[in-house]
């Protein structure tokens, strides 16, 4: 079983909906997560860390489930600009700072 | 924010050829940075942990003979890919995170990563 799983999409969404993206990790005891977007052939970044309340960033708003083991990542409004991949990250409790990548979701916002 | 540069962002090179790719912390010191690799629509792979003044640590599969990391300084980690060969093609991305003990939520830093093509 893969440390981080996502789908991989892609998501076609029209401009203006609201998409929603899960993504799953096998280490119970990891305690960082964070979603970052890659543009194609660009270096991933950070788009936002996830906390276990919950938080928001405009219209982007990330969730934990700790019991569950998922993340999910909702964008409101989709714009054409947001069309990306999306990539959860998480790094396992251990002492080396180490970030484990999912394999991306791929979302594409049309007009 | 804190800015990391990697050069060079782009190599073409020989099959039996070595490359090396830099990475530098711009504003910060980076006493622990990471190497990723990135195939076609895959996920960023780690490769290894480099830190400051000792040896790397390689992720499971990879090759510390093949691929070198140095990081001598607290601002520069350098992987050299030796041998190349072909199925070493790939974009490689270095990371660093500004470590703080009382805080895992530091944001990581990457650099614009390498594409090598090996002909």
């Known amino acids: 079983r893969k440390e981080v799983e996502q789908d991989p999409g892609p998501f076609n969404v029209p401009e203006g909906a609201t998409v929603a993206f899960n993504c799953t990790y096998s280490n119970s005891a990891s305690q960082s997560f964070f979603w970052y977007r890659q543009d194609c052939r660009k270096e991933p970044k950070l788009l936002m860390s996830?906390?276990?309340s919950g938080n928001e960033d405009g219209r982007f708003t990330a969730q934990l489930n700790r019991a569950s083991q998922y993340i999910s990542l909702l964008i409101r409004d989709s714009k054409l600009s947001d069309s990306a991949t999306y990539l959860c990250v998480v790094n396992p409790m251990d002492s080396s700072y180490k970030l484990i990548f999912g394999s991306g979701t791929r979302l594409l916002v049309r007009p | 924010g804190a800015v990391v540069s990697q050069h060079p962002s782009w190599v073409i090179c020989k099959s039996g050829t070595s490359v090396k790719i830099e990475c530098r912390s711009l504003d910060f010191q980076a006493t622990t940075m990471f190497w990723y690799r990135q195939f076609p629509k895959q996920s960023l792979m780690l490769m290894a942990t480099?830190?400051?003044?000792?040896?790397?640590?390689?992720e499971q599969g990879v090759e510390k003979d093949k691929f070198l990391i140095n990081h001598a300084s607290l601002t520069l980690s350098t992987l050299t890919v030796t041998s190349a060969h072909p199925e070493d093609s790939s974009f490689y991305i270095c990371?660093?995170?500004?470590?703080?003990?009382?805080?895992?939520?530091?944001?990581?830093?990457f650099g614009q990563g390498t594409r090598l093509t090996v002909v």
């Open positions: 990371s660093a995170r500004e470590i703080d003990l009382s805080d895992r939520n530091t944001e990581a830093f």
């Open positions: 996830v906390y276990s």
């Open positions: 480099s830190n400051e003044g000792s040896k790397a640590t390689y």
